[in-house]
């Protein structure tokens, strides 16, 4: 099967290995160029995932595939598999990263609290966040904390503008509930 591999003979990957030890990356960039765009299709289709999360994945894989390559810790195999479920993998960790990324204001948020913030209020906030489903927590972090317009955030989740404002006002509606209901309690 030619594509398994990339199309490379066993000779021609073992010419691969020792051009990038020579720190040679011409054949590496041919290679890779032609399988960068299916892995990035790959993960837009599969995942669900945007392109320019699909990007930071493939190139984040790229990097590492590259590093093994040199420290010899890839053989010939089924490498274009290997590949695609490396950036399967980053895409994962990237989108997990930036989940966690608004846990890290809150903790932030507690940390400099100001007088206008109870730290009882806080305390509420961040357990009412927890509650919150992940598509609203990413939304919400997307548009307040990254300061990405509706729009922005209708085209990178390929959803109408319209969805997008009624999806935040009901996100907006439940963190508001459950912050009540965490003070009545």
């Known amino acids: 099967m030619k594509h398994k591999n990339f199309g490379l003979s066993e000779t021609s990957f073992e010419k691969l290995i020792t051009d990038l030890k020579r720190n040679d990356s011409h054949f590496f960039e041919q ?25 930071d994945a493939t190139m984040d894989a790229l990097i590492e595939f590259r590093a093994r390559f040199v420290d010899g810790k890839l053989k010939y195999g089924n490498l274009r598999f290997l590949f695609t479920k ?24 507690q940390e400099t609290e100001t007088e206008s913030i109870d730290s009882e209020e806080l305390s509420l906030l961040n357990n009412a966040w927890q509650i919150l489903g992940d598509s609203c927590k990413k939304l919400l972090t997307w ?27 009901r996100c907006i509606k439940q963190l508001k509930e459950q912050f009540s209901l965490k003070k009545i309690v």
């Open 31 to 55: 290679v890779f160029l032609k399988q960068f765009e299916e892995t990035m299709k790959y993960l837009c289709r599969e995942h669900k995932s945007s392109r320019e999360d699909a990007y």
């Open 86 to 109: 490396m950036a399967s993998q980053m895409l994962f960790r990237n989108l997990k990263k930036n989940t966690s990324n608004i846990e890290g204001v809150i903790t932030l948020a």
């Open 143 to 169: 548009h307040f904390y990254g300061k990405m317009k509706l729009s922005e955030i209708a085209t990178e989740t390929q959803k109408s503008p319209a969805t997008i404002r009624k999806q935040k006002e």
